[in-house]
């Protein structure tokens, strides 16, 4: 595609352009002056063309300007395409081969010093970059992930509008409705006193569809939670929101591999279909956590039948305990370790909920070292080489308490050890966790929560058992699970109103709460609501995941700071009192 200013862009022209006249505009990248031969590294999106200006060839006037440009200038250059001369092409270049032997240059404007370089694999400040952030997306690297962002959304869409799916637009002010974060609220100049909340999600809405009649619905919808920070979580986020009605479980995890296994693969990632499904325990219990990584091993291992009798008072208390565990993962070569090193462990346990951590490093000449090795007899140490598999110069760590608490523990230590251990993942790892409790326990508010949300669908079978023992009662739940990371995740949904008020009430709402809160969800339930299901897909971690990114911040255009800031504009600021004034509202 030509335009007026350019007929080509940066990256587009080869050895089959030869000979041809060509206009390109972009960016000063390089300059480089040879004493009478200058070449300019041409940038735009599409990659680098090197220009060259022979006095010889071009007009006098052409040249004088050619030696006055510098970095980041944005220039219109024409010229015709030749081979560069022998031996100078560059391979690990698209267009390499060939080069602009420039006629005429246009200085479109200036440019001062950039406060970095634009340059991939430059040691620049994250806050620096984040306030010049119009400069860094500049970079070749930046402008590769939003090129992937883009074509990944586009492929998805794609993939969903070819199988009847319908594109929806819910809402960007709407009720508050507690869906597990904090609302951001926003203030109704009309309706003094009033809030809007900006949505954590379409949920509720897109079940209102699907009672609606819509049947396949989705959404690349904008999301917004007021919680704490970490590389791959932002204020503002995007999710690839879907939902099906008059379907089963299987009809939607089906449905959802055939669209993702299209997205995928029109970036160049093939996913082997049917994906593996793992039960919510299976993970927790092999893996120590709802999200596996399954491309290393460093499996957990229930050890405690081989210490019931041991001489260690901590593990022999555990084994003869009901509801107790003493569980281990083995770390191949982290028992040659000091022992120093490997007690500055237990820190990091603690950020598990370790109180302390146990260990046995079996050496590298045979020996075993281990601050409980002499409580251990020769045939417990044996036997958990055995069981483990490990091998001399390997480390076997330990939890013991109850059972979510120790898988969470190792399930801690083993990315860690991993990630300490360099142990390679390669290729990207794609799994389906299915059947999560419908509720767990919540210790600080003493209540029942959520796993998921509140209008998760619950095992027939076990609704009998709602009111008198909830934590036994499963759901029908699936997260889509991708390196090690929650990618997506969704469920049946309740579509009886007697039901959904079950939950809430089994949640802490009163039915006077609940009416208001969801009153006009409960009151859709009563008009023929179909049985329903969908899914949400976290489009920014997908695609830093994509990228090979260490977070998000690095597909997105411009995000926030840990903190919630925007570097670049000065956001959140403070306005004054007359719009404070407007909206009924006053600061303390």
Known sequence: MSFSLHTHTCGELRSDNIGEKVTLTGWVWRRRDFGGLIFIDLRDREGLTQVFFDPDLCDADTFATAETVRPEWPVLVEGEVRHRIEGQTNHNLATGEIELLASKIVVLNTSQTPPFQIEDHVETSEDIRLRYRYLDIRRPSMMANLKLRSDFTFAIRQALHDRAFMEVETPALFKSTPEGARDFLVPCRTQPGHFYALPQSPQLLKQLLMVGGVERYYQVAKCFRDEDLRADRQPEFTQVDIEMSFVDQDDVMGALEAVLSDAFAKVGVQMELPLRRIAYWDAMDTYGTDKPDTRYGMELHDVTSIFAESGFKLFASAAAAEGQHIKAICCPGAGVWGRSKIDKLANVAATFGAKGLAWVAFKADGSVQSPIAKFLSEAEIAALKEAMGANDGDLVLFAVGERMATDEILGGMRTHMADVLDVPREGHDFLWVVGFPLVHWDEDRQAYAAEH?????????????????????????????????????????????????????????????????????????????????????????????????????????????????????AAPSEVTEDQLKEVSLRLL
């Open 453 to 569: 949300q509140p209008f998760t669908q619950p095992v027939e079978a076990d609704i009998e058992r709602l009111e008198s023992d909830p934590l036994s009662v499963g759901s029908y739940t699936y997260d889509f699970v991708m390196d090690g990371y929650e990618a997506g995740g969704g469920g049946m949904r309740i579509h009886n109103a007697e039901l959904q008020m079950r939950i809430l009430k089994l949640l802490g709402f009163t039915e006077e709460r609940a009416q208001e809160q969801f009153g006009f969800l409960l009151e859709a339930l009563k008009f023929g609501a179909p049985p329903m299901g969908g899914f949400a897909l976290g489009l920014d971690r997908v695609c830093m995941l994509l990228a090979g990114a260490d977070s998000i911040r690095e597909v997105m255009a411009f995000p926030k700071t840990s903190s919630g800031s925007d570097l670049m504009s």
